[in-house]
């Protein structure tokens, strides 16, 4: 073991180490808070002067308890502090943790200006061996191939200035059972003491196993084949839904009978389209590096396809319904109930929500939309205020569509909520969150995702 990497181990398991949080945003932050909480003074980076200076009042902008309960507190202490500047951040740290978005641009093609940027930057910014860790999503060879090249001008050198570890992110955001400290963690460094330095650090804040792999690109692949593997997975069951609702089957009761199979098969439910920020675009990143190397990704091609026709789907089975009732979607007044892409958050990036919105708009049906978390969102230029409840959003409309899985709309009284809309009321449960005999029981015509 060299010196630099001997130094540094004793740095960790003393909690002497400094750590330096780059990019303050669903994972940064979190990550700051189970640094500090572990005993490392953490100092964040971010460019928005806003989320830095809530953080330095101890203000959590994130939907995360567990960062809500202990930010404010390691803020007051001088635990955690935050700044704009990634010079004054990562000169004085020993660990440099990189969270910065990777987005799709607008050819749907990774965007790693922000990783490259970082890269570059940090070069500049070296006093002293550090340990950098990359948590931003990627393909594989993104660390070795991208980041550490450019990590490498000024004359910066492994082993002797940096060691480089590659570790994703598996945070679910808005997961009550798993957070931060308890997912396992993946690492994989450039070298072994890269490695071991990595796997020494999340060891010491996290409270779940840590898993050492043979290089940054494994740990990349692990990343994009766990993404992969959900995108597919939810086009499949998305696909026999739309089979089974036309074959007059209840294909959700046999997904659920599936389950209890006690292995070789992993429960996953169809809905009105994938939302969120990671699983509709990860799979894009290795369809990328795919098609570098000369492949086709065949099955995420087609998945896309499949999770692209949900919500048309939906709108049109939607349309018919109504037409059977008499009624057309242009004349006919529509609630939707959820925004936010998935139960219990308030985020609505790529919500199935907003394109049920859009398709709802292009049929001219007049729109009510309802969200306990979510105030309004704007789609093609149109502002959607939410109501201000169930009851409010659904009086005199002709059919509801429950679109986010939100525990509230569980308990909400269809009777009353059938009660307030027009005559022969439509629900159409695109998450299976109520039965058909409740629904019908309280008057209305019954819709279901996977359900005939
Ligand atoms: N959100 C999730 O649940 C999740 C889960 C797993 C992995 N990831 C991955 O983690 C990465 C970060 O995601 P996120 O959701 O935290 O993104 P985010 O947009 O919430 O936060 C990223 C932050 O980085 C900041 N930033 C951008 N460039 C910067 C720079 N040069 N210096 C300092 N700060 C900079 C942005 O201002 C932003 O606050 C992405 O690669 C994402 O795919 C996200």
Redesign the pocket.
Known sequence: MNENTAVLLDKIRSKTAKVCV???????VPLAVASAQAGFRVIG????KD?VSMINKGVCY?EDAYSEKHLPELVRTGSISATES?SEGANGSDIVIV????PLNEKGEPDLS?LR??AR?LSKNFSGFKLVIV????FPGTTTDIFQPLLERNGRKPDRDFALVYS??????GNAKFGVRNIPKVVGGINDESTQLGAEFYKAILDAPVVTVGSPSVAEATKMLENIFRYVNIALVNELAVLHEALGVDFIEAINAAATKPFGFMPHYPGPGVGG??IP??PFYLVFKAKQAGFALRLVSASKAVNKTMPVHTIERLATALKTGKKNITDSTVTIWGLAYKGEVKDTRRSPSLELLKLLKQSRAKIRVFDPYVPRVTVGGKVYESSSSEAESVRDADALIIATAHSAFRGVDLSKMSGLMRDRPILYDTRNLRNRKECEEAGFTYLATGRP
């Open positions: 780059v990019g303050l945003g669903y994972v940064g980076v971010d460019l928005e989320k994130v990634l969270c910065v978005p990777t922000f940027s970082v930057d948590e931003s999503t990627s994703p992110e598996r945070i679910d955001y920020h990671c675009k990860d």
